[in-house]
């Protein structure tokens, strides 16, 4: 997320936020997690940096599957605090930064990480210049973001009937590559619409070699216990893409 996106340090959106199912869970309450374990890399003997941290689930995931040194970024501070109660590993730092600024690192890493924070940024572009820039070679990129089906109209949400019934995911503006606002937990959040071309051919142009791209779909368990979970299969929420350099 960017520094103008600090709507994660209101107080009362946090306290929002720290309730939704994936803060409580962790990572196994999150549906597309599954499906992002399987494409991570073997973290064994790697530094790694992840971008938007929030709690610092991913960092601390990496550090129990043999990173040697993690680094996780958030612009929010609310977030960061967090993260650092959450964490006692040596090996970890948190830092309160805006992922548009990994230029100032003085570091490189051999697996850069994201989820669900990249379509925060205006520049996508210059973010993967950035990314491409800081990973060693051979150096990974992992990201998860919201579908681009999923953001174009912008409101977010199913189109009902009177009576409350889901009748369609509504697709509209989808060229259009702009600023979005929605609402999330009840207050208003500025996101970035982006295709799912650029998304793709904006890597691929920076010299990345794509390794796996998909859109996951909720573990059959979760489908099971939850209606809003068999929803997800009516339209992609996300996208993940892994990259290599080198």
């Not at 999923?150 to 503006?173: C, H, M």
């Not at 937990?185 to 071309?197: A, N, S, V």
Request: proline share 4%.
């Amino acid at each position: 997320m960017t520094m103008t996106n600090t709507i994660y340090d209101d107080p009362s959106f946090f306290d929002a936020y720290s309730h939704m199912a994936r803060s409580e869970g962790g990572l196994p309450a999150a549906g597309e997690w599954q499906t992002l374990k399987s494409v991570l890399p073997d973290f064994t003997g790697k530094t790694v940096l992840d971008l938007g941290c929030g709690y610092g689930w991913h960092c601390r995931y990496a550090v129990e599957h043999g990173a040697k040194y993690v680094l996780g970024i958030d612009s929010s501070a609310k977030m960061i605090e967090q993260a650092q109660s959450m964490t006692h590993s040596s090996i970890i730092d948190y830092r309160v930064m805006d992922m548009t600024a990994i230029d100032e690192l003085k570091v490189h890493f051999d697996v850069i990480l994201s989820s669900l924070a990249i379509h925060y940024i205006q520049d996508y572009k210059g973010l993967v210049a950035k990314i491409y820039a800081r990973l060693n070679t051979p150096g990974t990129f992992i990201m998860s973001v919201e579908h681009p089906i999923f953001t174009a109209q912008g409101s977010e949400e199913w189109i009902k009937d009177q009576n409350g019934n889901t009748l369609y995911w509504p697709v509209d503006r989808y060229f259009d590559e702009s600023s979005r606002e929605t609402d999330f937990l009840d207050h208003k959040i500025k996101k970035y619409h982006r295709t799912m071309t650029t998304y793709l051919e904006t890597l691929i142009k920076q010299g990345f070699r794509l390794t796996n791209v998909i859109e996951p779909q909720p573990p059959v368990e979760m489908q099971k216990e939850s209606a809003e979970m068999r929803d997800e299969l009516r339209r992609p929420m996300m996208l993940i893409v892994t990259a290599t350099k080198g």
